[in-house]
């Protein structure tokens, strides 16, 4: 299984492209896939009106709580995403970034990312999910705040427009910043991918990094995570987000996880072959036994080691005849038997 890492930088570069590329620099030397960002001129993206979420209000103080004045301070121009793009590619780690209105997805198409990443609060913007279905290109679909019926019906619009099945990653996620614990839900990874017969992810939102090793081990093909510099860095998504050396040590892990998964075949492990003989038992002699002798059941005993006759065919051996002596506690082997 080839689990993917997204590494969300989000709008953690509070505007700065410098600090943008510290972010692209963590997540290439963390050896995460991609880095992300996200894209949106603030006009076609929110009102005036719009108020803050909650978890925006406690980690941001303006001098208002509106969205509005808060995504303009953390907006990078078309400019700065072009030179970021380089900047990752020449760093040699994959460039992404969620588009929130057509300009910016027409931006990205032409920049050529990998994925167009569609956020959760896109969901059922159906204007936006049409016009990103006929790109052309494959689909990750965050769901946080939604349910299964919305999550088919998003797919159906995605595919009617363009998109095959098999080119949509489904992500399961909780939108709150940062997702309590008993909120996380991670069986639904397997639910959606039950229920929608398509390929399931896992963005996380949680304080730490035990959740998403938790999410690769129930079979998340991708896992995004948040990103810092530092979470007291003032901004709406730092106190959710990984610092360098913890999301260095949740990709370390991941792949420990994603080696042992394995295939869903039950079979015997390369490193534990040499333990069958070892571990297991074989049929022996419990009492001397002489040529002409007849087995009998209380002839045996199942002793270590297991590379005699298996104690699973005790039965076919009951009343044969012996035909060499066998000392008690020696092996019963085939030859011994008429």
Known sequence: MNIQIIAEAGVNHNGDINLAKK????????????????????????????????????????????QFSMLKDLELSFSNFSELKKYADNKGIGFLSSGFDEESIDFLDILEVRYFKIPSGELTNKPLLEHIARKGRPIILSTGMSEISEIR?????????????????????????????????????????EQLNVKVGYSDHTIGIEIPIAASALGACIIEKHITLDRNLPGPDHRASAEPDELKLMIKLIRNVEL??????????????????????????????????????????????GDGISPMDYEKIIGKEIIRNIPAGNKIQPEDLK
Do not use: W
Request: glycine residues 4%.
């Open 260 to 305: 042992a998964l394995g295939s869903k075949e039950k079979i015997v492990g390369n490193s534990e072959r040499e333990n069958l003989r070892i571990a297991r038992r074989s049929i022996h002699a419990l009492n001397d036994m002489k040529i002409g002798d007849k087995v009998k059941q209380n002839d045996l005993i199942m002793l270590r080691p």
């Open 23 to 66: 972010l692209i620099d963590v997540a290439y030397e963390s050896k995460a896939d991609f880095i992300k960002f996200q894209t949106y001129r603030t006009e076609k993206l929110v009102s005036i009106n719009a108020e803050k979420a909650v978890y925006q209000k406690r980690n941001l103080r303006h001098v208002d709580n509106k």
């Open 153 to 193: 019906d998003s797919m159906e619009v995605l595919i009617n427009n363009g998109v095959r099945k098999e080119d949509i990653i489904v992500l399961h996620c909780n939108t709150q910043y940062p997702t309590l614990i008993n909120d996380v839900n991670l069986l639904s990874i397997q639910y959606i991918a």
